[in-house]
């Protein structure tokens, strides 16, 4: 992907590449300073099929012991709809989003998710989520 490319979730800050939002998060690991941070780049990682990202990012409590298969998906755009807490001095928080998605045979489709997070060791990690109505 070329780096000043539109991030894959729509941007922090609508339209911003793809280098200056989520790569830090995804592929160098550094800590998001939010959970819609968070929550956005483990979108782009389904995006990119970057399972690294989601396993390290999933809290140790509620992880898979793998992560599912990420083909068979193309993840077309995501809308966070609402946002509580998960500020830089929170230590939970939850993220409201719909994320869009085209199976390979054709099927469109959305994930729409109430999504919660907490932060330890400084870093935000997703939990759980219920689906939205
Ligand atoms: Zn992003």
Known sequence: MNAEELCPCGGFAAETS???CCAPFVDDGEPAPTCEQL????YTAFARRDADHLWR????RTRPEQIADLE???????????????????SEGTVDFA??????AGKRGAVREHSRFARRAGRWFYVDGDELA
């Open 18 to 20: 793809y280098a200056r």
């Open 39 to 42: 929550m956005r780049s483990r």
């Open 99 to 104: 994320a869009h998605f085209r199976t390979d």
């Open 72 to 90: 068979g998906v193309t993840w077309l755009g995501l809308e966070v709809l609402g946002t509580e807490a998960g500020g830089p001095d929170d």
């Open 57 to 60: 990012t999933w809290h140790p």
